[in-house]
C-alpha cells in the first residue's frame, strides 16, 4: 500500500477550473494504476478517471469526458487531476486511489486519500 493526500480542492464558480494533486508516499508509486473518485452527499462514491502505471492510458466517466484530465509525475510520485469546465454537479468531496493492477478498469483499490472538497457554485 501506499499513502496519499489529495491537495487543491476549493471553492469555484461554473464554469470555472481547479487542479486537484495527490501525492503518494513510498518506492512503487509507479506501479499502481492511480484513480480520482468523489462522492457527492447523499450519492454512492464514483470513478471519475483512471491512469495506469505509466501514464499511457487513461479512462474517463462520461460525466467528465472531456472536461477532466488525469496525469501522473512517477518521478515526483504525483498524480494530478485537472478539472475545466466545472459544473454545480461536480461538486463532491474527491478522493485519490491507487490500485496494483495495472488496468484502467480496476474495480480493485487498496490505498485512499483522506479526500478534498470541491464545490461549484452556480
Known amino acids: 500500500q501506499v499513502q496519499l493526500v489529495e491537495s487543491g480542492g476549493g471553492l469555484v464558480q461554473a464554469g470555472g477550473s481547479l487542479r486537484l494533486s495527490c501525492r503518494a508516499s513510498g518506492r512503487t508509486f509507479s506501479r499502481y494504476t492511480m484513480g480520482w473518485f468523489r462522492q457527492a452527499p447523499g450519492k454512492e462514491r464514483e470513478s471519475a478517471a483512471a491512469?495506469?502505471?505509466?501514464?499511457?492510458?487513461?479512462a474517463y466517466a462520461d460525466s467528465v469526458k472531456g472536461r477532466f484530465t488525469i496525469s501522473r509525475d512517477n518521478a515526483a510520485n504525483t498524480v494530478d487531476l485537472q478539472m475545466d469546465s466545472l459544473k454545480p454537479e461536480d461538486t463532491a468531496v474527491y478522493y485519490c486511489?491507487?490500485?496494483?493492477?495495472?488496468?484502467?478498469?480496476?474495480?480493485?483499490?487498496?490505498?485512499w486519500g483522506q479526500g478534498t472538497q470541491v464545490t461549484v457554485s452556480s
Open positions: 491512469i495506469d502505471w505509466s501514464g499511457s492510458i487513461t
Open positions: 486511489a491507487a490500485s496494483p493492477l495495472n488496468y484502467v478498469g480496476t474495480t480493485v483499490y487498496d490505498s
